[in-house]
């Protein structure tokens, strides 16, 4: 079993005060929330197969991805595996 991992930090543009950063942090926090329940999804893992070029039903390729949040944080992991190094990628 193979697997790959990735991570995305998530920023919500810049701030010029500590209201105005603390204020970006949250939206960050809340938007990347969104973006993980997205990259869950089926549509997701339908374009997923189509970029790949397989035939591999979307629920197959769900099944083998993990996406989360770690609390408080404004990161988006990622993690797949697959039988081979480029199913898991």
Same mark, same amino acid.
């Given at each position: 079993?193979?697997? &790959?991992?990735? &991570? ?9 005060? =500590?209201?105005?950063?603390?204020? !970006?942090?949250?939206? &960050? ?14 549509? =997701? ?8 070029? =397989?035939?591999?039903?979307?629920? !197959? ?22 039988? =081979?190094?480029? !199913?898991?990628?």
């Amino acid at each position: 079993m193979y697997q &790959a991992e990735a &991570a995305v930090f998530g920023v919500s543009g810049t701030s010029s005060s =500590t209201a105005e950063t603390s204020i !970006s942090d949250s939206l &960050a926090k809340s938007r990347v929330a969104s973006y993980v329940v997205v990259a869950k999804g089926r549509g =997701t893992a339908e374009e997923a197969a189509r970029i790949m070029g =397989t035939d591999a039903p979307a629920s !197959s390729l769900i099944g083998r991805v993990d996406v989360r949040q770690p609390p408080e944080t404004v990161l988006i992991q990622v993690r797949a595996k697959g039988a =081979t190094p480029r !199913s898991a990628t």
